[in-house]
């Protein structure tokens, strides 16, 4: 496709329910990111896949955040038993090659509010 | 560890003024730094990076140079536009790591 598309765009969720929020990377784009965004703060790094591998995933917050890709393209961040404090923007982004330098291109994120 | 600190806002400035938004990084590694904008009801897209120190990134007539010495990358515009409104965000990537960490970024409003 011609960018980075998310969904669903908006997500509504009473405490406790589990949700999956997908990814849809730009074709051929190798690395994948995941980013938290609070209201008023800046995007927080989650988890990073080439391909299929995780390769890092020392910034999900608990064990209730899990991330895959299977595949090596689509991706799917899931959230177990979701708490108030889990209500952010969740933002992905993909890049073309495992490269410090190489631009990330962001999704339009998806923005989670627990109840 | 691999922080960036960015100028806190929210900037409001009237339309040609002179804008500077100051970001500094703390010296670990060798980081490459952005910026990274946010229009209003947009997804986050990068204006200018630069890899190493003393290279000059550009865009759109934003400029900002990596500073070693100082450990700084402030953006910088002659003359900023009602277009320009939006949220910045400086970042940093270290080498071997693709991981982007962000400034908590700064809001900028431009009136006619």
């Known amino acids: 496709g011609a960018g980075v598309s998310q969904s669903p765009r908006y997500k509504v969720a009473k405490r406790g329910q589990d949700v999956a929020l997908r990814c849809d990377p730009i074709?051929?784009?190798?690395?994948l990111f995941w980013y938290q965004q609070a209201l008023g703060q800046g995007p927080e790094f989650l988890t990073y896949f080439q391909n299929e591998a995780q390769l890092d995933k020392s910034g999900l917050p608990s064990d209730r955040f899990f991330a895959e890709r299977p595949e090596g393209s689509v991706s799917t961040l899931k959230i177990q038993r979701t708490q108030q404090e889990d209500s952010a923007v969740y933002l992905c982004?993909?890049?073309?090659?495992?490269?410090?330098?190489?631009?990330?291109?962001f999704g339009p994120g998806t923005r989670l509010t627990v109840l | 560890g691999n922080s960036v600190t960015q100028m806190e806002g929210p900037v409001t400035l009237s339309e040609e003024a002179f804008l500077t938004i100051n970001c500094t990084y703390t010296a670990t590694g060798y980081p490459s730094l952005f910026w990274y904008v946010q229009y209003p009801g947009e997804g986050l897209q990068l204006l200018l990076k630069?890899?190493?120190?003393?290279d000059k990134g550009s865009n759109k007539g934003f400029e900002a140079t990596y500073r070693k010495e100082t450990t700084s990358f402030h953006l910088e515009k002659g003359s900023v536009q009602v277009s320009d409104s939006a949220v910045y965000f400086c970042?940093?990537?270290?080498?071997?790591?693709?991981?982007?960490?962000f400034g908590t970024g700064t809001r900028l409003t431009i009136i006619p």
């Open positions: 630069a890899t190493k120190a003393d």
């Open positions: 982004a993909s890049s073309f090659y495992g490269a410090p330098g190489n631009e990330q291109f």
């Open positions: 074709s051929g784009h190798v690395s």
């Open positions: 970042a940093r990537v270290n080498f071997g790591n693709e991981k982007l960490t």
